[in-house]
Structure formats: C-alpha cells, structure tokens
C-alpha cells in the first residue's frame, strides 16, 4: 500500500489549507485513515482519524472545532481540511492508513509526509 500526500505549504495565521491522502495498492482494504503531525523537537501525535466503515471520528483537542476530517471510501482517499490555521500548526503532516490484506491481517503504513507551516 503506499500512500501520496498532498497539499501541504506556507499561510498565514487565519488561513486555510487542506490536506489529501490517496492510498494506492492492491489486496487490501481501508479500516482507519488518519493523519498525525510532528513539530521539531517534538513527538508525533494524532490529529485526527476516520474509520472506514461508520465514517467515525477521532479528533484532537488542539484542533478540534478548527480540523475536519473525511474519507471517500470509494477513492480510498482522505483529507483533513484546516482553518484557522495558528502558528503551534506548524509541523510536518503525515498520512496514516489501517488496512487490512486478503489474509485478514493487520497493517499499517505512512506516508512520506507534507509540510506545514503557519506565520505570525
């Protein structure tokens, strides 16, 4: 499965942008899209997930109210649409998938991640 991000870049405090994941492959199918963010010399953490089949969603509280996030089952696609955009947004966004293969085993994959950055 790979994963291709896209829509990453430079706004300004207020601003919009949104985010897209397309996953690619073949033998698999989606359980959760997520998309999480790292900040230099910070750890890794969760801003948001969807599930596949319920479209249900989990999302930050830093974020939440600011952030949505939706999947197109159909396009095996996610995106994460950011407004309000403040300047502790800035970090590097990646893209998170839960599939499942033909065996009905789990798996996980990331994407190569998209920058963020947000001015003052």
């Known amino acids: 499965v790979q994963l291709v991000e896209s829509g990453g870049g430079l706004v300004q405090t207020g601003g919009s942008l949104r985010l897209s994941c397309a996953s690619s492959?073949?033998?698999?199918?989606?359980?959760?899209m997520a998309w999480y963010r790292q900040a230099p010399g910070k750890q890794r953490e969760l801003v948001a997930r969807i599930t596949s089949t319920f479209s249900t969603t989990n999302v930050a509280d830093s974020v939440k109210d600011r952030f949505t996030i939706s999947i197109d089952n159909a396009k095996n696609t996610v995106s994460l649409q950011m407004t309000s955009l403040k300047p502790e947004d800035t970090a590097v966004y990646y893209c998170n998938a839960q599939t499942w293969n033909l065996y009905g085993l789990l798996n996980e994959y990331w994407g190569q991640g998209t920058q963020v950055s947000v001015s003052s």
């Open positions: 492959g073949s033998g698999f199918s989606i359980r959760a």
